[in-house]
């Protein structure tokens, strides 16, 4: 009996623990979908190398993680920060990024867009500064579109590397775009600007109005 409920024990803490991994999200579209804005090698490459290995590689840091706190060993909890924040972020930023995108583009609905013409005058203004910021990343990173919610304003930003930006400035990401060349280099080689003026086509801007509505409560 006491053998029984402890293989239902294990079995739990078995279960609790699987569930709390992180499993690469599928691809809410064909990865030859977005072309010819982005080419299926590319996105094939992005979500099953570049995308998985961030999962992969947060999993393992959480549970080096998990063994330092129950060990008390606080050296290596600090140690595997920048691994967390990187590959947590990476995982983080993709997840979005994928449902950014759309093959039916669209717009944004009545509320975002009457917020994009109060912060920025213009729908095409915000495109203008969100382009200029995103091509202006040095090396590695992302531009943002994202939400205030002290000022209850939209806000432009660019986070280095795999930064999240909702940890790391306190914005709610709305439209994320990915300049790592690793997004865009197979097809548009050095031709960073390019990229991010293509990107527009295919913005899912009901998933960005979505994003929008839910952090700012309306
Ligand atoms: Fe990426």
Redesign the pocket.
């Known amino acids: 009996m006491f053998a029984t409920r402890r293989a239902l024990f294990s079995n739990t803490i078995k279960d609790t623990f699987l569930r709390t991994k992180h499993t690469l999200p599928e691809l809410p579209y064909d990865y030859k979908a977005l072309e010819p804005i982005i080419c299926a090698e590319i996105m094939q490459l992005?979500h099953s190398k570049?995308?998985a290995t961030y999962v992969n590689n947060l999993n393992v840091a959480e549970e080096k993680l998990k063994e330092a706190v129950a060990k008390g060993d606080v050296n290596t909890q600090i140690a595997l920060g920048p691994a967390i924040k990187f590959n947590g972020g990476?995982h983080l930023?993709?997840s979005i990024?994928w449902c950014n995108l759309s093959p039916c583009g669209g717009k944004p609905d009545a509320s975002l867009l009457k917020q994009i013409e109060k912060d920025f005058c213009s729908m095409e203004e915000m495109k203008k500064r969100l382009s200029e910021s995103t091509i202006a990343v040095q090396g590695s990173g992302w531009g943002w579109l994202g939400y205030d919610q002290k000022s209850k304003s939209l806000r432009i930003a660019t986070c280095a590397n795999?930064d999240p930006l909702q940890a790391t400035t306190g914005l709610i990401p709305l439209l994320g775009i990915?300049v790592?060349e690793?997004?865009y280099y197979l097809q548009y080689k050095n031709v960073r600007p390019d990229y991010v003026k293509a990107i527009f086509d295919i913005v899912n801007w009901t998933d960005v109005s979505t994003r929008f509505k839910k952090a700012a409560g309306c």
């Open positions: 992005h570049h995308h990476g930023n993709h990024f795999q990915d790592w690793h997004a």
